[in-house]
């Protein structure tokens, strides 16, 4: 007895470490094809235009030039456009952390007869095209005369516009929270509003901080709102600069890589800050299921 | 009388509810109008009946883009879904290091649209791009990825793949959730790798893959981003066609975005969108209604 399970341990063992050296194999193999776009473009952003195209390639080149870096920066506003892209993000951001968990909250612990209607609503926004609302939403902000502004890129949001998934993400989480909590305050004689502020967001400040950097991360790539919105190169986010940069230098690669990296490394930076928060809030959510 | 709870309900969901009204409701309402109008946003609309629509189904280019956008909603989604599986499954077994691996495969993902058309459409390059390089040391030529009709959805499907790391991360805190007592009594029942996945990990996150379905469905409906950076960029074609080689990049959502704010048809555009959100509303419906045959909301 004790000798077959000392052998079917030691099978196991060592099945299980050979399947530990493939698994890394494999891990490695596939690390390789994600990363190495991205090595690629950083090394293409410090080649000579001889180096672009050489034959055999040259992965790294030889006589890096970082001057493509400060060539960038003579042909477009880069600090201000990156200022430009933070503004729109953190604003953004910040008015969705306002309006958004206050309508999760209504959602969730507050037993009224709108909860599940309000809900409904909130999936049903996450389903529908943003083509639809797009042009009669384009021509109000045209009457009022605030396209060229970011008004209409930041405004929505205090108001939790197109913002139905991170609401969604938030209601899961706080049906996670439970009841007996809320009831307990409100025995206690505390206000919905102190309930909320004072109980609720306070514990909901991993998810609160996940939904912060998802949005952020989503802002700062946003593409067709700016398109749309933005027609003074001076207020251009970097998605819609680097647009604009791409059809006027298209043949000069180095130069789009070096602009590419600088618009790319800081979102990458910030992740490696948020990575815990963002991976853990994932796995507080009800997403997952 | 109306109930206190009612009232702070109301109260709490009001910054929605405005912006719902403002933002969604009533452009909802508005473009169903201007889809029964010749408009141009310079001149009031006029009232022109089901023209909109007509035009809609009769228009080459339309169709054109409506197969572009099917193949990309029937190729890219699943692809992407199974990228993000696969990554995770692979993810989720005690490695060392498991950490790093999930973080080279997320960061893609958060690349922003534009620059990941950008990087792809260098990589891509047909004579110096790392990809035809690597296909000519094992004796492949390449083909022209973004310049040959045949293969530019491939690239964007590739490209689509390669950001596959958000679905990832989600599909990995659901296995990871999976639990460890219903692999067990499953191998004791002798069950091997495959049969595991296939009874017990697929039926127990499907719940989560039915929502990334869905999620994923949307967003290749509306595909813009990616498509018009490579679709300005390919030389044939000039910028103001925006559809790439023969039209293969002519997406339903970049034939709006034209008809809409180039050409300032915003009858024709909105006739569009309101066809659009047909679509995508039946394929949904269609979905969610068939799930109960292969989702299963188990307790546990």
Redesign the interface.
């Known amino acids: 007895m004790s000798s077959a399970t000392s052998a079917f341990s030691r099978r196991f063992r060592t099945g299980g470490q050979y399947r530990?050296f493939l698994?890394?194999v494999?891990?490695t193999a596939?690390?390789f094809v994600?990363?190495?776009?991205?090595l690629?473009?950083l090394v293409?952003s410090i080649k000579s235009d001889k180096d672009?195209?050489?034959?055999p390639?040259v992965f790294f080149p030889k006589h890096p030039r970082w001057e493509n870096y400060a060539d960038v920066f003579k042909v477009i506003d880069f600090p201000g456009m990156t200022w430009n892209t933070f503004l729109v993000s953190a604003l953004s951001v910040i008015g969705v952390l306002?309006?958004?968990p206050?309508?999760a909250?209504?959602?969730s612990h507050?037993?009224?007869?709108?909860?599940n209607i309000?809900f409904a609503?909130?999936i049903g926004?996450?389903?529908?095209?943003?083509?639809?609302?797009?042009?009669?939403?384009?021509?109000?902000w045209?009457k009022l005369g605030l396209i060229g502004t970011y008004v209409p890129l930041v405004l929505?949001a205090?108001?939790?516009?197109?913002a139905g998934y991170y609401?969604f993400m938030l209601r899961q989480f706080f049906m996670t929270l439970p009841v007996s909590l809320v009831q307990a305050a409100k025995i206690d004689g505390a206000s919905?509003m102190r309930i909320?502020l004072q109980i609720l967001l306070p514990l909901c400040k991993p998810i609160i901080a996940t939904v912060g950097v998802l949005l952020f991360?989503a802002t700062?790539?946003d593409?067709?709102g700016p398109l749309?919105y933005l027609n003074n190169e001076k207020d251009y986010t970097?998605?819609l600069g680097?647009?604009s940069f791409?059809?006027t230098h298209?043949i000069m690669?180095e130069k789009?890589?070096a602009a590419?990296a600088m618009?790319?490394v800081p979102?990458?930076v910030l992740?490696?800050f948020a990575?815990k928060q963002?991976?853990e809030g994932?796995?507080l959510t009800g997403?997952?299921? | 009388m109306i109930k206190k709870a009612t009232i702070t309900g109301l109260l709490f969901s009001s910054p929605f509810l405005i912006g719902f009204a403002l933002f969604t409701l009533y452009p909802i309402g508005a473009s169903l109008v201007y889809s029964f109008t010749d408009f141009n946003m310079f001149k009031s609309p006029t009232w022109v009946g089901f023209d909109n629509y007509r035009w809609v189904f009769q228009e080459d280019e339309v169709w054109k883009s409506i197969r572009n956008t099917l193949y990309m909603v029937a190729f890219a989604t699943p692809i992407s879904l199974i990228v993000g599986l696969l990554l995770a499954q692979m993810l989720n077994i005690k490695v060392r290091g498991q950490s790093i691996y999930r973080t080279l495969f997320y960061i893609p993902s958060i690349v922003p649209a534009i620059a990941t058309s950008l990087v792809w459409m260098w990589v891509l390059n047909p004579k110096s791009g790392l990809i035809n390089t690597a296909l000519d040391y094992i004796g492949i030529r390449g083909p022209n990825w973004l310049l040959d009709p045949v293969w530019t959805k491939p690239a964007l499907i590739m490209m689509g793949a390669w950001g596959a790391g958000g679905t990832m991360i989600i599909f990995l805190a659901a296995l990871q959730d999976v639990p460890r007592s219903l692999y067990e009594s499953a191998e004791i029942d002798g069950a091997g790798k495959v049969r595991k996945f296939m009874n017990i990990t697929l039926p127990t996150i499907s719940p989560i893959i039915l929502f990334q379905l869905i999620i994923g469905l949307i967003t290749y409906f509306q595909y813009f981003a990616q498509a018009f950076m490579v679709a300005s960029m390919s030389n044939s074609g000039s910028v103001q066609t925006m559809a790439g080689p023969e039209k293969s990049l002519l997406f339903y959502a970049i034939l709006l975005y034209r008809e809409a704010f180039v050409d300032f048809r915003m009858g024709h555009a909105s006739a569009m969108a309101w066809v659009l959100f047909v679509i995508t509303s039946v394929v949904t419906y269609v979905i969610f209604r068939t799930s109960n045959r292969w989702v299963t909301y188990g307790g546990d």
């Open positions: 530990r698994s890394h494999l891990l596939f690390s994600f990363v190495t776009p991205i690629w473009l293409t672009l195209y050489a034959i390639p306002i309006s958004a206050l309508v909250y209504a959602c507050i037993e009224w007869r709108g909860k309000v609503i909130v926004t996450l389903l529908l095209p943003y083509q639809v609302t797009m042009i009669p939403t384009y021509i109000i045209g929505p205090f108001l939790s516009a197109g609401i919905e909320y991360l700062w790539s593409f067709l749309l970097l998605s680097l647009y791409m059809q298209y690669w789009l890589m590419a618009f790319t979102i990458i992740f490696f990575q963002l991976i994932i796995k997403i997952k299921g």
